[in-house]
């Protein structure tokens, strides 16, 4: 079983069976673990009874996880989220939940082992922002962004060049860029990479190739893509898919 929820700053997976040889990724990656306790180790440290942790982008670790659950995310470094658990964790490799969140946590996540909806899964995104203490940042959205994310979401398009979107929205191209990292709270190619990573899922979920799924989303060739994944999510590709479903949550 492999519960995939697609958000605008983070991949979520709800699954009971993950493994990672050791790897490093740019991506802030969250460990809960629902059932059973998963071999983790960050560096060269075996976490011992790894619960509840986050691991800091660029740093090498390694999971085996099976017969059991667990959900992980992998959380854009850059956003708001991603930028407060940087402070949070400061120069460490990793960051322990406390015992007692933790099982508030476990708590939290159990609806989402009931039904696979949008509404179990952001309820629980809340928790756990509450939780850690933190405040997502509420912000008015210029027209052209609103245009702009408009134009994403009934995107068929293969060129998702920054150039192309501000020459359709009759703006330069840096003033589009700072203009959306800004008010949404992400670079914004990065926003464009997990569009396009989001596409080739639902792509290859619907029956599609890797191959083609990869060229229609507008990846340079297969091995992008898969590089892509291996570097966002920090599992090979086809890992990522087996047993999946998936979901758009934002």
């Avoid at 660029?58 to 956003?79: A, C, M, Q, W, Y």
């Avoid at 087996?242 to 758009?248: A, E, G, Q, V, Y």
């Amino acid at each position: 079983m492999n519960y995939i929820y697609w958000d605008a700053m983070q991949i979520s997976m709800l699954t009971d069976d993950l493994g990672a040889s050791t790897h490093s990724h740019g991506m802030i990656q969250f460990f809960l673990a629902l059932h059973n306790i998963p071999d983790i180790k960050v560096g060269r440290e075996r976490i011992d009874n790894p619960v509840c942790l986050f691991v800091q982008k660029n740093v090498k670790h390694s999971v085996r996880f099976r017969d059991g659950l667990i959900f992980t995310s992998v959380i854009e470094p850059t956003s708001d989220m991603g930028a407060y658990l940087d402070h949070l964790m400061k120069d460490r490799e990793y960051y322990p939940v406390e015992d007692e969140i933790a099982k508030k946590l476990i708590d939290y996540a159990r609806p989402m082992t009931e039904s696979f909806d949008r509404e179990s899964y952001l309820r629980f995104l809340n928790q756990m922002y509450r939780c850690l203490g933190f405040q997502p940042v509420e912000r008015e959205l210029d027209e052209r962004i609103i245009e702009f994310l408009k134009k994403l979401e009934n995107c068929t398009c293969f060129d998702h060049s920054v150039d192309r979107f501000a020459e359709e929205l009759s703006i330069s191209t840096s003033r589009l860029s700072h203009l959306f990292s800004e008010q949404v709270g992400i670079p914004l190619k990065s926003y464009l990479t997990l569009h396009q990573l989001e596409n080739a899922y639902q792509d290859i979920l619907n029956g599609s190739s890797i191959t083609a799924a990869a060229m229609n989303a507008g990846f340079d060739s297969p091995s992008h893509f898969a590089a892509t994944v291996k570097r966002l999510m920090g599992l090979p590709t086809r890992r990522a898919l087996k047993d999946s479903r998936f979901l758009k949550v934002y």
